[in-house]
């Protein structure tokens, strides 16, 4: 029987998808549903003087109308920084609290200051326009780069620093660059950016007050860990009665691994009025409240020899994290970032100093890479400047620095086990016919147009490491992942998985696992993810991880069954 394991197999998923049979957050309508709108601030920086709902709550069809002072007399926790960094002189970050709701101050356009639950969605936005609220406003910092000279936006937070971290060895980077032939500098901005996935965020919180059972239906990567977060640490909730529910999700990028304000308020609400509370995200709500991504300025040096060699890396990196520190915020610019900077390249040394400021800005976390993109920009950029100003051809200056003997234990972290990036290279260039490019270019001139070529190699640390690893790094949960492979009665086999899928195909790739490993024809197993109540505890689907990670899990799973058998 050939390995379903590469083969062409019909995809188990597609059928829903193209016959517009998915079934989303969206989709979902509960018996006695109400519907909420948040009231939003229109200001960067602004200290709340007032919240006045008393016109709002006569509005036709109102149920009820929560502000942050409403949340914080029930004490619900903030949403948190998932992973601890320490700054260079050993101290922790400084962490502002993070409300679902403001009371005091709101910190970015979009912030949220109270929440309409009404009859229709119409009924509550109309409602909502009738919330008065009264603020100062304060000058806002939004400028990155000027973020550590501006006045701090949360008290006790100077400079608007949440961290200053380091990785390297200064001192015998200093000394290589002493002594380099030529040194290339460069600055460079990678700009922020706003993640847009064809579903926008939703979630519905449905309380059940006979069993005191609480059920969250959201737009989630990782039901999980949202569970965690807002029963643990936000207390929405006690977790063996609570469950969360990420049914087809219409892509993530990595902006919905993490509970946002609104799965937190539509939780507590929901248990509030003792109905169902329903959100979904308009895209211009979408725009203002959903993480953003990147938002660096850096400068960057390089020191190498007259023959082109690399000898040392230096870099000086300010990461916008926005006006709180969301959930990998912390992380993204610290080791997803900092151990890629030196890409395939035999770099002897290093030393990289990353800055992470609070802006009156949305939250940044991690998002469509997360930290690799902006290395692989950053060491790609500075390279290929090197290159050209010591007139070498871009593709031999490349050579000449790639790694070249494995295994290779980096100056940073990373130790490289195997790679032929030389081959990578010589089929890319031809490939792309690179030898006859200047002819190309030549002809593209006698015509009028421009013609360039572009350089960029990159190596991807995925499935983000070993629970021990990451814990040992400040990470607030081991980040391993579980599966359980059950033989039904009739033949058939459930495949329950801590990973959700939103666009990854699990349901086929898992199945072709599954079958693989037990003989057992594709199409009689099923693959079950994104319900906290059936499946076991796992870490979601973010950074490579999940046929790595999860993959891995199911196969243990099918080995302990064979050895059971």
Excluded at 32 to 52: L, W
Excluded at 333 to 341: F, H, S
Excluded at 391 to 409: S, T, Y
Aim: hydrophobic share 40%.
């Amino acid at each position: 029987m050939p390995s379903l394991i590469g083969s062409k197999v019909e995809r188990k998923e597609d059928k829903k998808f193209l016959t517009g049979k998915g079934r989303y957050t969206a989709d979902i309508n509960l018996v006695h549903q109400t519907y909420a709108y948040f009231v939003r601030s229109p200001h960067a920086r602004a200290k709340i003087n007032k919240v006045d709902i008393s016109k709002a709550l006569k509005a036709t069809g109102v149920v009820n109308i929560f502000t942050g002072n409403d949340i914080a007399k029930e004490k619900i926790g903030g949403l948190i920084a998932g992973w601890k960094i320490v700054s260079q002189d050993g101290k922790d970050m400084k962490v502002p609290n993070h409300p679902p709701l403001a009371k005091d101050v709101v910190n970015y356009v979009g912030d949220h200051v109270a929440v309409v639950i009404a009859e229709t969605l119409e009924y509550a936005k109309n409602a909502a326009d009738l919330v008065n609220v009264s603020y100062d406003i304060k000058k806002a910092v939004v400028n990155t780069g000027d973020s550590m000279q501006s006045e701090s936006i949360h008290e006790g937070i100077e400079q608007n620093l949440c961290f200053d971290f380091i990785l390297g060895d200064k001192g015998k980077t200093q000394e290589s660059f002493s002594q380099a032939d030529k040194i290339v500098k460069l600055n460079l901005r990678n700009n922020r950016l706003i993640p847009n996935a064809m579903e926008p965020r939703a979630c519905i919180g449905d309380y059940n007050p006979s069993s005191d059972e609480l059920t969250l239906y959201t737009t989630s990567q990782n039901p999980h860990l949202s569970r965690l977060v807002l029963s643990a640490f936000g207390g929405i909730h006690p977790e063996h009665k609570f469950r969360v529910v990420a049914p087809d999700v219409g892509g993530g990028f990595g902006s919905k691994i993490y509970a946002y304000a609104e799965d937190a308020v539509t939780a507590w609400a929901s248990k509030k009025i003792e109905r169902p509370v329903k959100w979904v995200a308009e895209r211009s709500e979408s725009f203002l409240s959903d993480c953003h991504g990147r938002d660096h300025i850096t400068h960057v040096e390089l020191a190498i020899k007259n023959d082109g060699k690399i000898t040392a890396l230096k870099v000086d990196t300010i990461a916008n994290i926005g006006a709180y520190a969301s959930l990998f915020a912390t992380v993204t610019p610290t080791y997803l970032y900092a151990p890629l900077i030196l890409g395939l390249y035999d770099i002897p040394t290093a030393f990289i100093n990353v800055k992470a400021v609070f802006t009156n800005t949305a939250p940044v976390d991690a998002y469509r890479g997360a930290g690799r993109p902006e290395a692989t920009y950053l060491i790609e950029r500075i390279v290929h400047k090197a290159a050209n100003e010591i007139g070498m051809d871009q593709a031999e200056f490349r050579r000449k620095n790639f790694v070249n003997k494995f295994p290779h234990q980096q100056c940073l972290v990373h130790n490289i086990d195997s790679g032929d990036y030389n081959a990578h290279l010589d089929k890319a260039l031809e490939v792309a016919d690179y030898k006859n490019f200047k002819n190309r270019k030549s002809e593209s001139a006698k015509k009028g147009k421009l013609r360039g070529v572009g350089f960029s190699t990159y190596i991807e640390a995925c499935g983000i490491a070993p629970s021990a690893v990451v814990m040992s790094i400040g990470c607030g949960v081991g980040l391993w992942e579980s599966a359980e492979v059950r033989f039904n009665a009739t033949g058939n086999v459930s495949v329950f998985s801590g990973s959700h899928s939103h666009g990854q195909g699990h349901d086929t790739t898992f199945a072709q696992i599954v079958g693989d490993r037990l003989g057992v024809p594709i199409e009689n197993i099923d693959v079950v993810h994104g319900d906290t109540d059936k499946g076991p505890f796992g870490m979601g689907t973010y950074g490579s991880r999940s046929l790595a990670v999860g993959g891995s899990a199911i196969a243990k799973a099918c080995d302990k069954i064979i050895e059971k058998g």
